[in-house]
């Protein structure tokens, strides 16, 4: 439940986020496959929203109309999200030990028709922010000022839709809705830097009229500060590109194994219960 | 000349126009009811109610991908939005948005496919949406509806709109002639019997129901009784109506201004197939793209006509 705008100090966030981490390697872990470090990328953002008052949401009643949105537009990072949503209220922790199993709401990407809160469902790249774009509309429509944030990896940015979306999103002038870059670095088969290079982000979405920041998502006073500033641009759509590291809060374990992109795979037992260590 | 005309039908809207109509005049009843467009309101017709509700009107350009997820998000808060464009572009553009964004979570969405079929004419193929109903019917839970004519066409509108949950309205771009200028029962699933019959019954949707009554009048002259059912709704296809035209007139021809891959011919084929399997035939655009041309001239080249019917009729007949 946070429907107050009360904000809890830097520190608490912090402590929030390391949780959630644990989660994620846990659950990841457990469930045998998944994107752990395309996740723990995420995290500081996924928790400043939740938890840090920017959200306004009602997890025993997930259908509020006039709820604030978060999407999960890189669909494969769930499971940073899972562990919000379960600290948040929506179901049980324990639950995040499902993951990924038969039976189990918790799927490999987010299926809003298995799981209350869940705003779309994702994982075939490109499609959060349109599908955010036509919940800011239909707020406006009902003259709710709720508040949209979808989450894009910077490999999903190269799917055209997303930049079919940045173009509608200004022409509708959505002040509230806000899209963030979880930028770090890397995708499925290396760097996006090597892979498609859409960067730099900033000057490309400004000059389709938006209100843009860059800052360094895995400092949660920076994504505070961006978060604040965000809400307070009403007249047009906000991005904030969050520079993160790919499976930030556990570098130590995965530069150990060779492999700082670490995609779409657990931890093995013992490098879980390494980064639980670091975690701890 | 039109096929329908030997058979006294006189010419009628555009299913497009109709549905342009309709959907203006239930805007109010139908608070809910939003459009997205790409950009084609004029062709498909959602602009006059563009112009009478203003606020409920997006039009985002010409990103069908775009086009379809922002209606899954109307659709996911609350609303029920009608989003309109070529039915080639729609279905074979945005495929995987209406896979993501509106099939697979169930939502609430209106998909209308104007231009369909090779009638577009002149255009050309790039234009002509012949593979939209296999696509469309490939989506778990999606309503799939070709209606005949402007009362069909109407009726479909408001169905398709008091229906909750993912359909598809196909939609054609010349007029058509009027089928039931008396009115008619219109219901989501369920066949419309336009001619009864013993011998052998043609099951047609959209602009082949006009055609299949000249075919059936054609043959009546030569003492074969056909039957002639508007199957508008593909999916769910009328199982019951299948079932009971293939054991009292034990022979099928299935017509439609389509490919012959995964349209109504496949629908009704499979349906027949599990209750009582009786010798078919196809009648449909064929295996190609097409070309540019007049309609009447496109329809003839490419068989869709009352003597292909006919044909078909007279050899299912006899297998």
């Not at chain 2, 058509?176 to 699933?189: A, L, M, N, Q, R």
Request: negative net charge; contains cysteine.
């Amino acid at each position: 439940m946070s429907t107050d705008t009360t904000r809890p100090s830097i520190d608490d966030l912090q402590a929030k986020a390391k949780v959630i981490r644990q989660h994620i390697v846990r659950m990841t872990t457990e469930a045998g496959s998944g994107h752990p470090s395309s996740s723990l990328s995420a995290t500081e953002v996924v928790t400043a929203l939740y938890f840090g008052g920017y959200m306004q949401y009602d997890a025993n009643r997930p259908d509020w109309n006039a709820r604030d949105r978060f999407i999960m537009s890189k669909g494969h990072a769930c499971p940073v999200l899972y562990a919000a949503m379960a600290e948040a209220g929506y179901f049980p922790t324990e639950d995040l030990m499902t993951l990924r199993k038969l039976g189990s709401p918790l799927e490999g990407h987010p299926n809003l028709r298995r799981l209350d809160g869940i705003e779309a469902s994702t994982g075939s790249l490109g499609q959060g922010l349109s599908i955010g774009i036509g919940q800011a509309l239909a707020c406006r429509i009902d003259r709710l000022e709720s508040k949209v944030f979808v989450m894009i990896g910077d490999g999903e940015m190269g799917e055209g839709q997303v930049w079919e979306a940045i173009a509608t999103a200004a022409k509708y002038q959505l002040g509230s809705l806000t899209a963030i870059i979880d930028q770090n670095g890397f995708q499925q088969t290396g760097a996006t830097g090597d892979v498609l290079d859409l960067t730099p982000f900033q000057p490309k979405i400004e000059s389709f009229g938006w209100h843009v920041q860059t800052i360094n998502g895995n400092d949660m006073g920076e994504v505070v500060a961006a978060l604040d500033a965000a809400a307070a641009v009403t007249d047009r759509p906000t991005a904030i590109v969050s520079k993160t590291q790919k499976g930030f809060g556990i570098l130590p374990v995965l530069e150990e194994a060779g492999d700082l992109n670490f995609h779409g795979k657990p931890l093995p037992a013992d490098m879980c219960e390494k980064a639980l260590e670091l975690l701890s | 000349m039109y096929f329908g005309e030997a058979s006294g039908l006189k010419l009628g809207k555009a299913t497009r126009d109709a549905f342009g109509e309709a959907l203006k005049s239930l805007g109010d009843k139908f608070p809910n009811v939003v459009t997205v467009d790409g950009d084609v309101g004029n062709s498909t017709r959602t602009e006059p109610f563009a112009k009478v509700f203003p606020e409920r009107a997006f039009n985002v350009g010409i990103a069908e991908s775009n086009m379809v997820s922002v209606a899954g998000g109307l659709a996911s808060a609350g609303k029920t939005p009608v989003v309109a464009s070529f039915a080639a572009f729609l279905l074979c553009n945005a495929y995987d948005q209406i896979r993501m964004s509106v099939a697979f979570p169930n939502l609430n969405v209106k998909l209308v496919g104007s231009h369909a079929g090779i009638s577009i004419g002149e255009d050309g193929p790039s234009q002509m949406g012949i593979e939209d109903v296999a696509l469309a019917s490939s989506f778990p839970g999606m309503v799939v509806m070709v209606p005949s004519d402007e009362i069909t066409t109407v009726k479909a509108t408001e169905a398709m709109l008091e229906h909750v949950g993912p359909t598809y309205l196909r939609l054609g771009r010349p007029a058509v002639p009027v089928i039931y200028e008396d009115g008619c029962d219109f219901e989501i699933g369920k066949a419309i019997q336009v001619r009864d019959g013993d011998d052998v019954t043609v099951i047609a949707n959209g602009i082949m129901v006009a055609t299949a009554l000249d075919a059936a009048k054609q043959l009546e002259a030569e003492g074969v009784s056909v039957r002639v059912l508007d199957m508008h709704t593909v999916k769910p296809i009328d199982d019951a109506a299948i079932a009971k035209a293939a054991r009292e007139t034990q022979a099928l021809v299935v017509a439609e201004e389509h490919g012959p891959a995964g349209g109504l011919g496949a629908a009704v084929a499979i349906s027949a197939s599990k209750s009582a399997p009786v010798p078919i035939a196809y009648v449909n655009s064929g295996d190609c793209y097409a070309e540019s041309g007049d309609p009447q001239g496109l329809l003839e080249k490419y068989g869709l006509t009352p003597s292909a019917i006919v044909d078909a009729a007279r050899s299912v007949t006899q297998r």
